[in-house]
C-alpha cells in the first residue's frame, strides 16, 4: 500500500466538521435507560480447561434489548485486592475466540473482560463466536453489519452494539474482583471504535486504548476508500439510492467524531498511515477531537494491522504509567 | 469454468440419497398453520409511473411473523377474465428492482406476482429491494443469510422466506384477476429453490418453473464448490465446527431435495454443465428426485447465468403448451 | 470504488479543450453519403414467440458498406396513430438480446428500434447477438474493437458503427408506425456514445439519453483510468507506439467532446461520481459541451452501472413530459 | 500450477478419436489454390539498423486473399551456398517484434524466416506487429481472434492464416539464398499449431518443431481448461448456443490433431505437464497421431512456458543432427 | 475451498512409500555431532515489560554453525519444583513475535521455550523476527527459504534448522527449572514439521504435538497444490530443469515421512481437510507412518488455519492428561 | 495503468534533495579495495552448443567475498582488433538465461559480458542462473533480495552485487578481445540500478545505458508504489519498525540518486510515464542529478516493460554514433 491520504503534517491538525444531530445526547440517554431497565443477570461460570496461574470464566450478561451477551472474564490468579479492568472490545467479524487469545491482562496484573460483538464470530475461524444478534433490520441490508437498521438510529445495529458495551462496563464495574475506579475501554478497529464510543457513554471509564478506530467520520471514509467495511456503505448507498441523507443522519448518532468529542478521560490512540481500512484521516479526525489528555502512536509503514503486538506492549506500559504500577 | 463435477450421463442417472428429518411435514404443517393465523392483508397501491399497455401495483402482503413483505404485480391491461399467474421469486441478493423487469410476463399474457426476499436488496445496485427482516439470529452468523438463525430449524431464515412464498402464493390465488387453478411458481437461483419448496408446499401450484437451483443438496455442495453463497455455510462450519452435525440437521428441513421429492406438478428445470454456483450435481439430484412430469434444459458451456433469456422463451413456451395457449 | 476523479463542483464547470480536425463535418457528409448510396432495405419478420400485447418484428437494414445490421423493433399492440419511436444502442460487448430485455418502451406507449452493434454480441451470454463486422482491419488490434483500423479514420470500426446508427434512424424514420417527427436516440455507456454522435449526424433526432457514455474525451480517459475498454487504447499504444498521434488523430473524428458540441436537441445524461470505466469528468466535458437544453442526473454513490433502472424511469418521465403525454 | 490433466503414463498412450469432415483435403487443396492464384510478390527491404554479422530484411509478401503480410528474413551474413530455413511462427497475439528477437537461427548457421500472423500485435508491447487482417467476421464473435468467422469454415480466421503460411513457405523456397530441401517450420503454442498445420500442408516442408501446440483436440480443451484463448471458444459458446455444432464442424477442419495425423516428416515437439493453456493430453493427442518419426521432450514442471531456452537449444541440437551439421 | 484430495476413508489408509537415503542416519548424526562441538552458550535475559505472574526471558543460544539463534524462555512465576516444557517451532515467515504470543504453556502451568526459525520474521507483521541466516545458499534461489542451498544436503536451509531445534532443546534440557523428561515438541505448519523431525532427532523428546505439519511428502505435495510455500519448489524446478533429481535427494534427507518413520514418542497430530498449503494427504501420510502411540484430530471444514485455538485447547488436554495433571 | 505520477512538465525538473552518508565513497573505495585482494581468476569455458558466426563463452570470476560469479561472454566471431564491450546486468529475479538470449549486441559487433546477479535465477523459468549468494544475512528478511541485510552497509546484499559488478567491468578490460577504452554499462530496472553504480564506481567505465533502474530513490519509492520489489521494503519496516532508520541509512549508500550524482560519462536513460514498479519520479530523480552529458527517452504509455526492444534498437544506434561506427 502505498501513501494514498493526507500527508502526517496536515493529519496532525486534521480537525474536521461534526455532523452532530441535536438530539445526540437525548438518543443516547434515553436509550441506556431502556437498557438498564433489564436486570443485567451477570453470569460467571468457571471455564473447564484447566490453568494454572489465572483463572478463567465465561460470562454473560443481558444488553440491549434483553438479549444474553458473551465474553470471557480473566483474572490473574490469588491478586490482592480489586484489580483494574481492561474492557476488551473485538474487530469487525470476529468473536470472543478462545480465553488463551486474552492472557495479556491477566499475565501483566489486571483483569479482563472480554465482550462479544452480537452475530459476530460467525465466520472467522481463529475467532469463534456464541452471541447471536435476535433483532433484525427493518430494511434490506448489504451482508454484514453496517447497514443492519440503518435507516433509522433506533433500529440501527451500532445502536445495540454501544448499548451491549455500557452495560458491559456496568457488569465489570459489579464484580467484586474490579476496581470500578480503573476501569479501561480498549480495542481496535470495531473494538476501537465501540471503545471511543463507551468512553463517552458511561461515566465510570478511567481511560482510554484507541487503536485504528472503526467507525469515526463515515462521509470521508467513503469517499476516500475501497475497502470493506466502509465499502458495505457504498454498496447500500448505490443501491437505495433514495436513502443517503437518510443513512448519514442515521449514523450521524454513532459517528467516533461525535463521540471522541466527548471524551475527557486520558486516551492512547494508534494510527497506521498505510491503513486503507480505516484511513489516518478519519483517525486523526477523532484523535484531533479528543478532549482528554491524549497520545497517539504513528505506524508509518503499516496498514490496518496497526501497532499489533508493539501496541499492545505500547497499553500496558501505558497503563502500568498511569496507575503508578511496576 | 472447465466441466468439474459428473459427466453429463452420470448427471443423468444421479440419485442421491435424502436426509430428511421425520418431522419434515409436520415441521411445515406447524409452521404454515402459524402464519395463517395472521391476517394477509395483501394491498395494492397503484404504481405512480403511467404505463401504456400494463397495470402495475406494488404489492404487500403479511408473510411469516406478521411482517410485511414487498413486491410488484403486473397484469397485461384489458386481459378479459382471470389470467394464469407467475409467482416470481429472486436470487440471492436481488430485492425485486423496478416494475419494468418484469414486463416479459405480462407483456405474454400472464399476470406476474414478483416476491421480494426479506433482508435482500441492500447491495445490489440493480436490483434495489424493500423488505427488511425485522427477525435476527439466535447465533453469530457468516454475513449472508445462508447461517442466520441454521442452529434451530425454527430460527432458520430460510423457514421465513419458504413461509413468506406460500403466503404470497395465497395473495396471488384470492386476487380477482387471478385464476387460482392457474398458478405457476418459478425462479433462478435462489428464486428456484423457493420456487421448488413452495410447490412442494402449497397445493394450489399447477406448475414450477426451477432454474439452475440454490438451497439443495447442501452436503454435496460445500464439499464440491468453492463459491458463495454455499461458501458461506462453510466458513460458518470452520469457525463453529461444534455445530456441523446440528446445523446440517437445520438444512436438512430446507434441502431441495426433500421438496423435490414431494413435487407432483409439472416442471421445467434447467441446470449449467460450468455451474460452480450450484453444481449440476445438486440440481440432478433435485431433478432426479421430482415425482411429477418434468423436463430439463441443460446448457453445455454456461456457468450460473444458465440458460438466461434463452430459457425465459422455453418458459414462456412451456406455459402456452400447458395451458393450450397461443 | 473511491472517489476518484474530480470534484463534483468541479466537473459541473469543467470544459476541455477539443481536438476537432478540420474536415470533421465533411468526413461524416462524405461517409454518410457514401452510404446511402446503399438501400436501406429495412425489413420487418415477426418475431415467432407469441406476445399478447406487443408486437414484436427482427428488424435488419442496410448499413455502412452494404452490410446487414440486426435489431428488433418492437410496438404495444393496437396503438393509435404514429408513435414516437426511441431508437436504442447497445453497450460495449452486448448483443442485442431478446425481444423480452427491450419491453419497457413498448409497455411505456412508445416504439423502440434497437440496433446491434456490429460484430458485438459474441462473449456475452447474457446479450447474445447477430451481427458480425465484414470489415476487417488494416492494422494489427487489441482484442476488442477500439483499436479495429485505429490508424485510419476510414478504416475506424466506429466509422462503420455510427453510420449504421444513422441508417437505423432513416429506418425507423420511414416505418408506417413511427411518427418520425419524434425519434430519440439512446443507450447507455457505448450505447450513449453512438446516440451522442447519432444525435449530431442526423437531423430527424428529436431527442437524446445519453447515459455514462463511453468514447467520449479519450485523451482523458487513457490517462485517468485503468479499466478496459478504454485500455484498448492504452495497450495499443503502448505497442505500437510509434503510432500515437496518428491513432488520436483517427480518434478526433469520433471523439464524443466534438459531436456534443452539435448536440441541439434537447437531451437528458446521467453520470455515475465512482464510475471508473467512464469517468466522470469525461462525461461533463461533453455534458458541459452540449449546445442544446439538457439535464443530468448524477449518481453519486455509483461506478458504471449508472442510474440503472432509476435512469430508465426518469427517461420515460422525461419523454412524457417532452411529448406532453400521460 | 498442480498437475490437472492424465497422468505422464497415459499420456504417453493417449489417441484420441479424430473429428475429420469427409471434405477435408478437398476444403485445403481449394484454399491453397485460391490463394496461390494471387501473385505472391515477395519483397525484402533491408533493415535500417546495422549489424555487423546479420542480415536482415524487412519481409512481406501476398497471403490469403490478396493481403500483404509481413515479417523479417534474417540470415547469417557471408554464408556459402543456400541455407536451410527456419519458418517461425508465433505465439497468440504477439507480432513479429524486432529483429533481435529473431538472432538465434542465424547466429546458429540458418536462415529463419519469420511470419506475422494477421491482426495480432496490436497489444503485446514487447512484441509489436505490423499486419493487419482487412477481412472481417461475417458473425459477432468473442474479442481475440478464435471466433472469428467461426459460423463458416470458409470465413474462419486460421484458414487465412494457416494460408498464409504456405504461402510463406513458398516464398522461403523461391529465395536464393534458401535450400528449398530443408525448410523446417516451427514455432510454440499458437506458432506450434501453426508449424504442424503447415507440415501438414505444404510438401516442401522438411521438418517440424512443434512446442506446446495450440489450435489442437478443440473439444477437451475447452472441457478442462479454464485458461485463454481456448475459453475465447467457450464464452462464444455459452452466448450462441445454437451454433454449437456449427461451430465445432467449423473447427474439426483446423483441428491439430487432423493436421498431426497427416504429418510425415521428422517432427520434435516438446509439452509441459503443468500447462493448463494448451493442456498435455491435447499435446499427446497430436503427437500420438503424428505419423512421421518424431521426439517429444517432456517438460514436468513447466506451464505454459513449455521448454522455452533449453527447447531453442534442443532444437538447434536436433536441426544440427538432422542436417549433419557441426 | 472444495474438498480435493482423497476421501477421508482413503486418507486413514494412506500410506506412502518413502524415499529415504541410506546415510539418512549417518548424515543427520553427523549433522548433530559437528553442531555440538560449539559451546550452546544459552543466555536468559529477563524481559523489561514487567509481567504480573509469567517469567520473561529473552533467550539465545548457538545453533548450527556457531550462529546465534534468538527465541523466548516463559514460565509461570512461583512454580515448585522443575516443569514440562514445551518447545514451540513457528510457521513459515514468522518470528518469535512478541512474549504476550505465548502465555497459553506458562497460563497452563508448563515452561515454553520458543525458538526462532533463522531468516524468517522479516515481513510478517505480526511476528517479527530477530534472527538472520549469516549462511547463504550456494546455488540461485526462489525467494523464500525452501530452495536456499537445496542442490547439496550440507547447504540445505532446513539442515540449519533442524539442527538448531535439536539444540534449542539441549538447552531447555539443561535449564534448572525445566523437568528435562518431560520435553515436548510442537508446532503448526513449518512449525509441525520441525517438531516432527526434532522428535526423531533427539532422544530426551518425550511427546509431540504435529499441527498440520508443513516439509513432509515433497514429492507429493508439489504435485497437488498450486499454493505456496510448496510453490516455492515447483517455481525452482521450473527453472532449473535440470536439477529436478538432484534437489529431491537433498529434500529426502529432510523429509517428514522419513521423520514419521523414526517417530517413538507419543504424537498428537491435526489435520484439515480442505488444507490446500498442507494436503491432508501429505500430513495423514506421515502420520501413518508414525511408529509411536498415535491420536489425529481431524478438522473438516478447515483451510490450513487446520485447528486453530481448538487445537490448542486440545493439547493442553493431552499434555495434563499425558502427564497426570489437573 | 493510468498516470500516477507527477506530470511530465515537472518530472523534468524534478531535482530530489539527496540523503549521502558522509563517508559515501570511503565506504566504497573499502569495499572494493578489500575485493580486489581477491584473485579475479576469470574463466572463458567454450560454450558447447555450435554457433556459426558468434563465440560463445561460459565466464566466471571472483567477486565480493571471494565469490564464484556466472556469466556469458559472447563475441562476433572473426572481429578484427579488440571491439567495445558492453557490460550487461540483469533485472530483479533472472539469471543469466542463455547464450541465445544475448546475441543482440555481438550481431550488431560488440561484445557483451553478462554477468548474474548473485542468488537471483532460481524462479524465472525463462532465465535460469548458475550462481547463488553463498552470504547471507544477519538480520531476518523479507523473501527476496531487498532485505538481506538490510540492518549494516557492509552485510547488505547489494553492497556484493556492485562490487561483483565492478569487478565484472575489470574482467572485461583485462581480456584480449575487448578495448578496455570502449566499456559500456547497461541494464534495465536492477540491471539499470547496477549499471548506474557502476557508471560511479569503475574509472574504465566509457558510457551508460540506463533503462527504467531500480534501486533508485528508495523513500520516494516506498512512499509512492504498491509494487514489488519495492514493496518488499515496506513489508519489513512494517514488522521489524524499530529499524526504519537504520535501513534508510543502509540503502543511503545504495541510492541510485548518489550514484547519479557521480555520474560523468554519457548516458542514455529511459523512463516509462505508467510505471508503477519503478515510478518515473524515481527515474527522473537520477537523471536529472546525472552530471555527464545525457539523453532520455521517454515512454508515455508504458509501465515497467519501458522501451522494450525499441530501446534496444536506440541503444545500438547511441553506441553506433557515440563510436562513430556504422
Known amino acids: ?3 494514498f491520504d493526507l500527508p502526517l503534517e496536515e493529519l496532525r491538525g486534521y480537525l474536521p466538521d461534526r455532523d452532530e444531530p ?3 445526547d437525548a438518543f443516547w440517554s434515553a436509550t441506556l435507560a431502556e ?10 461460570v468457571p471455564y473447564d480447561l484447566p490453568y494454572a496461574n489465572v483463572d478463567v470464566f465465561d460470562v454473560s450478561f443481558t444488553g440491549w434489548g434483553g438479549h444474553r451477551i458473551n465474553g470471557w472474564f480473566l483474572l490473574p490468579r490469588g491478586a490482592q485486592g480489586p484489580l483494574p479492568c481492561v474492557m476488551h472490545y473485538i474487530g469487525y467479524g470476529g468473536g470472543r475466540g478462545f480465553p488463551h487469545d486474552h492472557l495479556l491482562w491477566p499475565s501483566a496484573g489486571y483483569a479482563v473482560f472480554v465482550m462479544e460483538t452480537r452475530g459476530h464470530g460467525g465466520a472467522n475461524n481463529g475467532r469463534p463466536g ?4 435476535p433483532h433484525g433490520s427493518a430494511n434490506p441490508q448489504a451482508p454484514g453489519m453496517m447497514t443492519r437498521g440503518i435507516l433509522d438510529p433506533s433500529d440501527y445495529y ?14 465489570a464495574a459489579a464484580h467484586p474482583a474490579v476496581d470500578a475506579s480503573r476501569i479501561v475501554v480498549g480495542g481496535a478497529s470495531q473494538g476501537g471504535g465501540i471503545a471511543q464510543a463507551t468512553a463517552a457513554l458511561h461515566p465510570a471509564v478511567r481511560a482510554a486504548l484507541v487503536d485504528v478506530p472503526f467507525l469515526t467520520h463515515f ?7 475501497a475497502s470493506d467495511p466502509y465499502q458495505e456503505l457504498v454498496r447500500f448507498l448505490s443501491t437505495r439510492r433514495d436513502t443517503a441523507e437518510q443513512a448519514f443522519r442515521t449514523l450521524s448518532y454513532f459517528d467516533g467524531l461525535n463521540f471522541a468529542a466527548r471524551g475527557r478521560v486520558p486516551a492512547l490512540y494508534s494510527v497506521a498511515l498505510m491503513d486503507d481500512i480505516c484511513p489516518p484521516s478519519t ?12 497520545e497517539i502512536t504513528v505506524w508509518p509503514w503499516n496498514n490496518h494491522e496497526g501497532g499489533g503486538g508493539y501496541q499492545s506492549e505500547e497499553q500496558v506500559r501505558y497503563l502500568h504509567k498511569l496507575f503508578g504500577e511496576s
Request: proline share 4%.
Open 1 to 3: 500500500m502505498p501513501l
Open 22 to 24: 441535536a438530539d445526540f
Open 35 to 44: 437498557a438498564r431497565e433489564f436486570d443485567l443477570a451477570a453470569e460467571y
Open 130 to 133: 456464541a452471541t447471536g444478534d
Open 158 to 171: 451500532y445502536r445495540r452494539v454501544f448499548t451491549d458495551a455500557v452495560r458491559a462496563v456496568d457488569a
Open 219 to 225: 462521509r470521508r471514509a467513503v469517499e476516500i476508500t
Open 283 to 294: 483517525v486523526f479526525g477523532a484523535y484531533n477531537h479528543w478532549q482528554g489528555p491524549k
